[in-house]
């Protein structure tokens, strides 16, 4: 069986720990035009953070909230990770992430931070900053890769080519700082193999951890539209945890599975509609991994 995340932090925190999204306003450059315009096609107008706190209060009123919320799961006697979750987490001024950054490190219950962005958003200087605050607190940064093939990358307007991500995270190694790699798994165009191959070379780079989604279908999203049109069908349960389990057996011990699958907010779900119930499925994946 593969390492999860909450094991993970129990072994190196040495209590629960749980994770707070937060959002603090930032674009990405896949929408304000300096990429591209209208995002990933999968993307929703939240840019991933829909179940993130208001960006209008400011980062520890975010982290209050967040805390007030999970409370009953954590019953008090945790820790927490303060997660940069809505849009690319590292696409501003220096000065102004310092700033952030450090607020959401300063409570004593937050251990580290979880910063969620784009392998094209992070210059020098950025990652520089990063280093420098992980050795305060640990910083984990969260990429965007979701699939190595540059066809489905550029199909569904990804705005960089996948030796972008390598390059990113090989200086992000070289600097200390832990790396956790989004996979989703479904893209439009591709087949099993191709789904491996992304795994495959995601744990060859380096990658410290990995996060498998589900390709989800939201309202609003270019993505609905090409859906509502019958140019591609989602995977059924019993497809995604069959190469869910394919690409998990990829994955060496030392490497923290953070998710399973992903879920989205059930109001805008268009599809996969057996994806709506996150305890039912989440009974089924791990059934069906044990199996």
Known sequence: MYQTLSSYYRSRFGCKVYKLAID?????????????????????????????????LSVAEQLENAKKRVSFKIGGKGKYIAYFQSFTNTYAPVEVLEKLYLEAMDPDNIVGLAIGTRPDCLPEEIVELL??????????????????????????NRGYETDVYFDAIHRLKEAGLEVVTHIILGLPGENRDMMLETTRQVIAAGTDGVKFHLLHVLKGTLLEQDYREGKFSCLTAEEYASVLKDCLALVPDKVVVHRITGDGSKKDLVAPLWSADKKRVLAYLNQFLNS
């Open 24 to 56: 603090c306003g930032f674009t990405c450059p896949n929408r304000d035009g300096t990429v591209g315009v209208g995002g990933c096609r999968f993307c929703s107008s939240l840019g991933g953070g829909d179940f993130a706190e208001h960006q209008a």
């Open 131 to 156: 280093a420098r605050l992980n050795r305060i607190k640990p910083i984990s940064v969260e990429l965007g890769l979701q699939t190595v093939h540059n066809e489905t990358a550029a199909a569904f």
